[in-house]
């Protein structure tokens, strides 16, 4: 996937995380391309949206890609393959309060039916990261990952 012909970004965030998390860490990686938008080009301006995944079992994610490919097609005439997905860290990482979204295999295969590119992670702390690794999760920055 060439990061540099994708226009429009966006970023999922579990639902149940997003009742208490502003996504201010989610924002703060993609502006400081860090964690899982490291490998976006700085000097591309993309357009972000955010959404949750609608709830669980996260099958509301499809209707709203879904729309999202309308609109843009029928608006601007882009096609779905301007769009690339990330989904956050607290969909994809082990963590302290919780580990990885129970039903993340189900997104990726809705993911997959609506044909648009996606890719996996956003904050990635470093605290955490090392605590993951030493089998330890806590991080009290990011509420999840
Ligand atoms: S990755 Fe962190 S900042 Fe982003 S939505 Fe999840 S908990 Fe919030
Ligand atoms: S389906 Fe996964 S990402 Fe969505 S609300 Fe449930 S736990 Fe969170």
Do not use: W
Request: charged share 30%; with cysteine.
């Amino acid at each position: 996937m060439d990061l540099a012909e994708k226009d429009y970004i966006v970023i999922v965030q579990c639902d149940i995380v997003k009742q208490r998390c502003s996504g201010y860490f989610c924002e703060r990686s993609f502006s400081q391309r860090t964690g899982g938008f490291a490998a976006y080009p700085r000097e591309r301006a993309y357009r972000v949206t955010y959404m949750t995944c609608g709830g669980c079992c996260g099958r509301a994610l499809h209707r709203k890609l879904t729309h999202l490919k309308r609109m843009l097609k029928k608006h601007e005439g882009a096609d779905k393959d301007r769009i690339v997905v990330q989904l956050s860290s607290c969909i994809t990482q082990d963590n302290y309060h919780a580990p990885p979204c129970p039903h993340l295999d189900y997104l990726r295969t809705l993911l997959k039916k609506t044909g648009i590119d996606f890719r996996e992670d956003t904050r990635i702390s470093d605290k955490a990261q090392k605590r993951r690794e030493e089998g330890v999760y806590k991080c009290e920055e990011c509420p999840e990952p």
